[in-house]
């Protein structure tokens, strides 16, 4: 199976900061990423997907980039509403595997 | 508009079989997959497995043994069947359509 390595597990950060989420794969998933954002009693939300794709009324802070291997999640200025549990998911091969999530939390 | 609905027993008990149903509308099964996630209380997000379009399945590693996913397209069912349940497989239960569309969620709890 395909490991999703995400860091960190926990992100305390303030308003208006540049924040960053990666997960790293342990084999070659193309642009097989995706990037869920889920708050308490919520379903996830799609943010990202095909590693770079915004998705539909995703807000343009929110990017998503690929550097070989490792994946990012960029929120450009932190809001309020953007605290919340953050994964990625590679769908290149089955068995589908998520990471293991990010806290961001108010610093 | 696309809606997908999960329903099924809370409370199961240890041993016993699972079976939820995940209720669509807005959408054909025939031409889109539905996933099934589930999370644990307090801890992160598990895909468990997928029926295709073509009605092929995929099934998490750990669990396959265990598990069934299954569909009735004339109906605008998906249903998961997961049997031998322990206490770990205390979860909610979502199915999704392409991760993009979710259903609210499942509350199981495995318990005697």
């Known amino acids: 199976d395909i490991q999703m390595t995400q860091s960190p597990s926990s992100l305390p950060a303030s308003l208006g900061d540049r924040v960053t989420i990666t997960c790293r794969a342990s084999?070659?998933?193309?642009?097989?990423l995706r990037w869920f954002q889920q708050k308490p009693g919520k379903s996830p939300r799609l943010m990202i997907y095909?590693?770079?794709n915004l998705a539909a009324g995703v807000p343009s802070r929110f990017s998503g980039s690929r550097s070989g291997s490792d994946y990012s999640l960029t929120i450009s200025s932190l809001e309020s509403e953007d605290m919340a549990d953050y994964y990625c998911?590679?769908?290149?091969?089955?068995?589908?595997?998520f990471g293991s999530g990010t806290k961001l939390e108010i610093k | 508009q696309v809606q997908l609905k999960e329903s099924g027993p809370g409370l199961v008990q240890p041993s016993q079989t699972l079976s939820l149903t995940c209720t669509v509308s807005g959408f054909s099964l025939t031409s889109n997959s539905v996933h099934w996630v589930r999370q644990p209380p307090g801890k992160g997000l598990e895909w468990v497995g997928a029926i295709w379009s073509g009605g092929s399945t995929d099934y998490n590693s750990a669990l396959k043994s265990r598990l069934s996913i299954s569909r009735d397209t004339s109906k605008s069912q998906v249903f998961l069947k997961m049997n031998s349940l322990q206490t770990e497989d205390t979860a909610i239960y979502f199915c999704?359509?392409?991760?993009?569309?979710w259903g609210q969620g499942t509350l199981v709890t495995v318990s005697s």
């Open positions: 084999q070659d998933i193309g642009n097989y």
């Open positions: 095909g590693a770079t």
């Open positions: 998911l590679q769908s290149k091969e089955s068995p589908l595997t």
């Open positions: 999704t359509r392409g991760f993009a569309y």
